[in-house]
């Protein structure tokens, strides 16, 4: 499933897949900034196999050793509330 949410820094974009609550596979895009470029790539290896309370400490943490020009943890809790709802909402049909 594609999520997106619109930060003062810039579309974040999750491409997630989320099975028994817990994240399976995610690719995290946008035009967004991020310093250093690649470690949105670390936090994509760190949010695998993560629930929604564990993904949001796990940005937390990640937030606190790069620089996102924009973008803070209430964003990223944002577009993560709204995946995790929606995965709730496509099981129920």
């Not at 690719?27 to 929604?52: A, M, Q, R």
């Amino acid at each position: 499933m594609i999520v997106e949410h619109k930060a003062k820094g810039g579309l974040i974009r999750l491409d997630i897949k989320i099975e028994n609550s817990k994240i399976r596979n995610i690719k995290i895009t946008g035009d967004f900034f991020i310093y250093p470029e690649d470690s949105v790539f670390d936090l994509e290896k760190k949010l695998k196999g993560k629930t929604e309370e564990e993904s949001i400490k796990a940005i937390e943490e990640f937030l606190s050793n790069v620089k996102a020009p924009g973008i803070n943890l209430d964003d990223f809790g944002k577009i993560f509330k709204k995946a995790f709802e929606e995965k709730n909402v496509i099981q129920s049909d």
